[in-house]
């Protein structure tokens, strides 16, 4: 079975400062890898995602992740935090075995 | 509707009470998912429908969790003898097409359930 790690489950940045939030996954395969957002109260929206081609994804609202196959990582950044960046943030895995694994979450809190 | 629905949005309920977890899927959409996403942990795999047919039910923790889709679109998570475990935000998703290959899935805004 696949795993997702998410280190910080808790990241505070500053409005117009650099967000930066970790995902490193585990597979022998490259597997699909994403990044999903979820608002308080709301399900669980698709910001960008990476199946082949390029490593370097962009998605909604400015946010953008690399596939680095060395490191086994696909972190997400954005270049200046908005107040409305304010939610859980979940990295995840889709394998061969036709089933998401999600991480556990990063709540970041975007400080006027 | 455009999106995914699912009702109630929070559920309490006392131990050993029986609860049902409605999901309305995006219209033609084959796949149907539920999770389980317990606080402060990410959404778990329960079931998968494709269509009406339950193909896999594995990530379903006992036999007290059932799910139903008896006419491939609505579909009904019931939980027998509620245990205080079994409090978690339950999410529905659906997509356009079969599992074989990966396809979007549309999240569901997920129902809270309490078991006090």
């Known amino acids: 079975a696949q795993s997702v790690t998410q280190l910080g489950s808790h990241v505070s940045v500053s409005e117009g400062a650099l967000v930066l939030l970790r995902c490193n996954y585990s597979s022998s395969v490259p597997p699909y890898l994403f990044w999903y957002v979820q608002y308080p109260n709301q399900g669980l929206q698709l910001l960008l995602k990476?199946?082949?081609?390029?490593?370097l994804v962009k998605g909604i609202n400015g946010f953008e992740a690399e596939f680095k196959k060395s490191e086994t990582s696909f972190h997400l950044t954005k270049p200046s935090a908005h107040m409305s960046d304010a939610a859980e943030y979940f990295c995840a895995v889709w394998d061969t075995g036709n089933q998401f694994y999600f991480g556990t979450g990063t709540s970041l809190t975007v400080i006027p | 509707g455009a999106g995914v629905s699912q009702s109630p949005r929070y559920k309490v309920a006392k131990r050993g009470q029986d609860v049902a977890l409605r999901c309305d899927p995006i219209s033609g959409h084959v796949s149907l998912f539920w999770y389980q996403q317990a606080l402060g942990q990410g959404p778990e795999f329960l079931t998968y429908?494709?269509?009406?047919?339950?193909?896999?039910k594995s990530g379903l923790p006992s036999d007290r969790f059932f799910a139903e889709r008896p006419e491939g679109s609505v579909s009904t998570l019931k939980i027998q003898r509620t245990q205080q475990e079994d409090s978690a935000v339950y999410l529905c998703a659906s997509s356009l097409r079969v599992k074989s290959s990966y396809n979007e899935q549309f999240f569901g805004p997920g129902t809270r359930l309490t078991v006090l």
């Open positions: 990476y199946t082949t081609g390029a490593t």
């Open positions: 429908f494709q269509n009406e047919a339950q193909l896999d």
